[in-house]
C-alpha cells in the first residue's frame, strides 16, 4: 500500500461516513444515526493514522535511537554537536567480505583474529595503513567438534606470545532456534596455527534461541569471566524460548579461576537443575557465579579503572516474570525493556530473575509507584527490588541491542576518546558511540553520531590496534569486517557559496 491508496482510503471513508441513509422517524433517532457516524469517521480516522504510520516507517524508517542519560542524575548525551576533531573514516576491507565475523581480537603477533559465526577462525595480517592481508583459516576448532560450532568468542592469554599463542573460546550448538541444551562450552586453543583444541569447561547452558555462553575476558586477577545469556524473555519460561526455565548458571557473569583448569580434562558444570552435581557456590569450585540478573551481555570490558562494565539487552515484550519472596508472577509484559549499561560489582543483582539462584523481582520492582529506570509498572504498588540489586548506569535505549564494547586508549584527537568506553549499537543506531566515565564509575557524557562511525550494517564487535588508534568493527550484517581509522584534524569548513 502507498501514500496514495491511504488517502484514496481516507476520502472514500469520509464520503461514506459523512452521508449515512437517513431513516424516517423521530428526531432522536437521527441523533442515534448522527452519533454512529461520528464514531465511524473516528474508527476510520484511527485505522487510517495506523495505517499511515506503517507506510511512513516502511518509506522512512524510525531515526536512531538516542541514548539517554539514567535517572540518577548522569547529564544528557550530546546529539548533533560532535567534537568536529574526532572523525574517523571507514575503509572497505575486500579480504573479509561474505563472511559472518561474532569476534574481533589483535593476538600476540600483532595479527587481526577474526572468528565466525560457524568455527572458523581468520588470520589477517595487519599492513602499516591498517588494511588487511589475505587470511590464513583456521578451521580445528571445527574438526575438533566433527563440525559447526556457533563461535562467539576469542580472548588470547595474558601469557600468550607471538611464538607462543594460547587462546580461550567460547562456543555453542550450531544453531539460531530449537537448539539442545547444555551444550556450551570453554575450549583452550594453542599452538603457532592454533591446532591444538582442548575443552576446559562443558555442559554449560544454551538457550532455545541465540543467548549463548558469550564474550570472555581476563580480569585484573587473572580469571576469565564469561557473561552466560539467559534462557528466556523476563525471568520464566515463556513460548518463544522455547518454555525453558532459567538454569542455575544462566543470566550471569561467570568466572573461571584458570588456575584450576587443566586442558583436557574438562570441568563438568552440568547443575543439579539439569540433572548433574556441579555446585557454583562450593567454596573451591573453578566456575563461579560472580554476578546475576545480566540478562543478555554479548561482550563486558574491565576498564583501566579497575572496574568491569557490561552492555545489557533487554527483554522484549510479552515476557513472563515468576512469582517468589512476596513478589507476584507476571505474564505478557506488555512493554520491552531498554538496554542498560553496568558497572558491576560482585554478588550483586542487575535485574533478570533467575529463581535458581533465588532473584524473583523483574528490575527495580514497583516500590513507590513512582516512574523510573528500572520500575516495572505492572507490578503492584510496593513491590520491592530484590536486596542487591543496582540499577543501570546508562539506559541505552529501546531495542538497540548493545553489544561489543572497548575501552579506547592512545592519544588519537589528542586524547580526547583516550579511556572512553565504546559500544556497538547492532539495531537501533546502527553505529559506534562512547561513554565517558567519572572517577567513580559513573557516566559523566555519552557522544554518538561521531563522524565515519554511523550508517552501519549490523556492527557486533570491535576492537582497536592500539599501536595506531584503529578500530576494527565486523558488520555481522554486511558480512564483513570494516577498518575505522582516525582522521588528524578537525574537520574542513564548510565553504560559503558566493551570491550573485
Not at 504510520?53 to 550530546?78: E, L, S
Request: include cysteine; aromatic fraction near 8%; hydrophobic fraction near 35%.
Amino acid at each position: 500500500m502507498n501514500n496514495g491508496d491511504v488517502e484514496s482510503l481516507v476520502q472514500t471513508a469520509s464520503n461514506r461516513a459523512a452521508v449515512p441513509n437517513r431513516p424516517r422517524g423521530s428526531s432522536s433517532i437521527r441523533r442515534i444515526m448522527a452519533m454512529i457516524a461520528v464514531l465511524a469517521i473516528l474508527l476510520v480516522a484511527a485505522k487510517v493514522a495506523h495505517l499511515k504510520r506503517r507506510v511512513r516507517d516502511f518509506i522512512h524508517p524510525p531515526a536512531p535511537v538516542p541514548v539517554v542519560p539514567n535517572w540518577q542524575g548522569t547529564p544528557k548525551p550530546v546529539h548533533g554537536k560532535p567534537d568536529p576533531e574526532i572523525r574517523f573514516e571507514k575503509v572497505a576491507l575486500p579480504v573479509t567480505a561474505g563472511v559472518q565475523f561474532t569476534c574481533v581480537v589483535i593476538g600476540p603477533d600483532g595479527q587481526l583474529y577474526g572468528g565466525a559465526n560457524d568455527g572458523r577462525i581468520f588470520r589477517f595480517p595487519i599492513h602499516a595503513d591498517g588494511t588487511l592481508d589475505s587470511p590464513t583459516i583456521i578451521n580445528s576448532l571445527q574438526t575438533a567438534e566433527n563440525g559447526k560450532r556457533l563461535l562467539i568468542g576469542i580472548c588470547f592469554d595474558p601469557s600468550a606470545t607471538a611464538e607462543n599463542p594460547v587462546a580461550w573460546v567460547t562456543h555453542n550448538y550450531f544453531a539460531f532456534r530449537e537448539a539442545p541444551e547444555w551444550t556450551s562450552k570453554i575450549s583452550r586453543m594453542s599452538g603457532k596455527n592454533l591446532e591444538t583444541v582442548e575443552d576446559v569447561v562443558i555442559n554449560l547452558p544454551r538457550s532455545y534461541n541465540d543467548h549463548l555462553t558469550n564474550q570472555p575476558s581476563f580480569g585484573p586477577d587473572g580469571a576469565l569471566y564469561i557473561p552466560q545469556g539467559a534462557n528466556s524473555s523476563s525471568g520464566a519460561p515463556d513460548d518463544y524460548w522455547g518454555n525453558r526455565p532459567e538454569r542455575l548458571l544462566d543470566a550471569s557473569i561467570l568466572r573461571l579461576d584458570v588456575t584450576k583448569v587443566t586442558p583436557g580434562q574438562p570441568i563438568n558444570v552440568l547443575t543439579p537443575d539439569g540433572g548433574g552435581n556441579y555446585d557454583p557456590y562450593a567454596r573451591n569450585a573453578p566456575l563461579k557465579i560472580y554476578a546475576g540478573g545480566v540478562r543478555n551481555a554479548y561482550d563486558l570490558v574491565w576498564a583501566s579503572d579497575g572496574r568491569l562494565y557490561v552492555p545489557v539487552n533487554g527483554a522484549g515484550s510479552n515476557g513472563n516474570v515468576p512469582a517468589g519472596d512476596d513478589s507476584e508472577a507476571l505474564t505478557n509484559l506488555p512493554n520491552a525493556e531498554d538496554d542498560w549499561l553496568f558497572r558491576i560489582t560482585p554478588g550483586k543483582y542487575y535485574g533478570h530473575p533467575n529463581p535458581q539462584q533465588h532473584h524473583f523481582v523483574l528490575n527495580g520492582g514497583n516500590p513507590d509507584g513512582k516512574l523510573r529506570i528500572g520500575t516495572v509498572p505492572e507490578y503492584k504498588v510496593g513491590t520491592q527490588p530484590d536486596p542487591d540489586w543496582q540499577p543501570a548506569i546508562l539506559d541505552i535505549g529501546a531495542h538497540c541491542s548493545a553489544d561489543g564494547i572497548i575501552e579506547y586508549r592512545g592519544n588519537a584527537f589528542h586524547g580526547k576518546l583516550d579511556r572512553r568506553l565504546m559500544m556497538c549499537r547492532y539495531a537501533g543506531g546502527s553505529d559506534i558511540f562512547s561513554v565517558e566515565l567519572d572517577s567513580n564509575g559513573n557516566v559523566a557524557r555519552v557522544q554518538d553520531q561521531i563522524q565515519g562511525l554511523t550508517d552501519m550494517l549490523g556492527p557486533l564487535d570491535l576492537v582497536e590496534d592500539h599501536h595506531t588508534g584503529n578500530i576494527y568493527v565486523t558488520e555481522y550484517g554486511g558480512k564483513r569486517i570494516t577498518l575505522l581509522r582516525p582522521l588528524n584534524g578537525p574537520a574542513p569548513a564548510t565553504q560559503p557559496v558566493a551570491t550573485p
